[in-house]
């Protein structure tokens, strides 16, 4: 539904009271999306190429394990990790790292893997108790504001609102004094009101200005109950507005799908009759599907400071292609988020599920005025203003999986591929999902030594680093790591293990 922050869009609200550590929705999947301005060859952040994900997606070292997919990561969650807004007053909600695995399969025995991420169950969990309607706020970190002051302007960060607290004291303070020693004049409320537009309206911005009551009747509030507690009760919903006004998201959650190959689905959480809506989905527009082209490096030195692109050795696509839909006759893809839409499959005999544009007017954000515009329009846009809706086109029963028909040339293609797809060798690749684990868990695999790698070498597509750090120590004390992932990968180096202790 409307965000409770004027001008941010749509946001996520609870329909039901969380208690804290209670988990927000069924978790997310995770794409990575690798070194996209060297292959894009200039800077998404100067709009060099279209990238309106810039404004959804994640730093790698926030889901775990993603940032050594290249030299440069970022997270694609098409799930509620890119839907909640951010208020630093108001965060509610924490999410985890991802898990990591194929599902089983293997590139030695399954066509299906490659095809889909490793990256899935990025849960989100209750870190206070949320009553029922509030609006769901996640932390986007300072920086994503400090970086884009042009296109927000001065958002505040949590010391402002210390700032702001302390400030209102002394408006409150000096109206106090006031009327001790003038007494009160009969248009108190209205030289009061006056005088805080005067604040308001002080011709040099700053964040903590902006973390002021916007009116006087807020500031009175919030000298009675404090500033987040005014806040929290302004980011509060009814019931019967979200019914009227929002749109339900949690119709689908994850698990194994039933197609072979397919990986992960989606499924019903509950009945869903026909006809019905099974999940409202924004759109991010790519008006360029050639921004996804992957290339070679044009030197292939060894020892090379600095690797340039080859424009004509096109390599492969991002993986977010598969999450996105196209046509060919058309360079526009539009890639949906929304909870649990990410997983939903393909089938051509019994879908159960289409997709439609939504009714204008009970959409989230659906400009139906942008369907005639042109790609070059698009190019121009860097907010999002289209939107699917995925609907029954039968009765869905609870647990059912559910699906969609991607159309006969997806099919064919998918089709030419199982044909044409040749399985690694037992000789020539190790999968990085049996590497989730190092200890504490049933499919704990120890990293072989030096010696042991004489008789049992890894694969050539296997490499060992390890994780250090340089400062003053008075004494010589080794500290394990609790969570590897959490290392910065600034101190990662090739390395070989000696001995096992």
Known sequence: ALSTIPNAGIGVFTGVPLKEGEPVGYGDTAIPVTDMDWHNDGLAENDDYHWLWRQYDWNSDEIGKMEFEAETVKACIPGLGAMPNCHFRLSNVEESWSLYDTDGFHRKKDPGVGAFTRYYGRNSTAIRDISEGTEIFVDYGEHWFQSREIQFGLIPMSMNYNFAAQFLKKFSNLHAFRSRWLGTPSNLDEIRSDFWKMIGNFPYNSRSLAALPKTIETVDKALEIGIQETELKSSIRSMDWL?????????????IST??????????????????????SPLIHIPSKDTLLMYGVANEQEYASVYYRNSSDIRGRQLLLNYCFGHNESTLLLCPYGSGTSYINHNQQSPNAK????????????????????????????????????????????????????????????????????????????????????????????????????SEPYSPNVEIYCFCSYGYRTESVWKEFDDWRQSDAAYKFPCEILRRY
């Open 355 to 454: 997709i439609v544009w939504p009714d204008e007017a009970h959409s989230l954000i659906h400009k139906k005025e942008w369907l005639n515009e042109s790609i070059d329009f698009l190019e121009g846009q860097f907010y999002a203003a289209l939107e699917f809706e995925y609907v029954a086109t039968r009765d869905i029963y609870p647990d059912e999986e559910v699906f969609i028909d991607y159309g006969l040339e997806w099919e064919d293609a998918w089709n030419q591929h199982i044909n044409a797809w040749i399985p690694q060798t037992d000789d020539d690749f190790d999968d990085a999902s049996q590497w989730s684990c190092f200890k504490d868990c049933d499919n704990a695999t120890p990293i072989r030594t030096k010696e042991e790698q004489n």
């Open 243 to 255: 019914r009227e006004n929002g749109k339900c998201i949690d119709n689908l959650r994850p698990g």
């Open 259 to 280: 197609v072979a190959q397919a990986g992960r689905g989606a499924f019903a959480t509950r009945f869903i009759p026909k006809g019905k809506r099974i999940a409202p």
